[in-house]
């Protein structure tokens, strides 16, 4: 048995920071869509900016 999954951010499948490539695992979704995502969120609003910047800074490294 495994414990509670741990989100960290992927040196794997970074482009920056590794925080979309940490989600799409945590997520199993294609860290691609998470970029876009993030993208969207960024230009309709500016909360996507913000939310990268602290799961940047919250996250540890992982893989």
């Known amino acids: 048995m495994t ?4 989100l960290t951010r992927s040196w794997s499948d970074r482009k920056i920071a590794g925080v979309c ?5 945590y997520l199993n979704v294609d860290p691609t869509v998470i970029r ?13 900016g913000l ?3 602290i ?5 540890p490294d992982g893989d």
């Open 36 to 48: 876009i995502i993030f993208l969207i969120a960024l230009f309709l609003g500016g909360g996507g």
């Open 51 to 53: 939310a990268y910047l």
């Open 21 to 25: 490539g940490g989600l799409g695992k």
């Open 55 to 59: 799961i940047w800074v919250c996250a």
């Open 3 to 6: 414990g509670p999954r741990k």
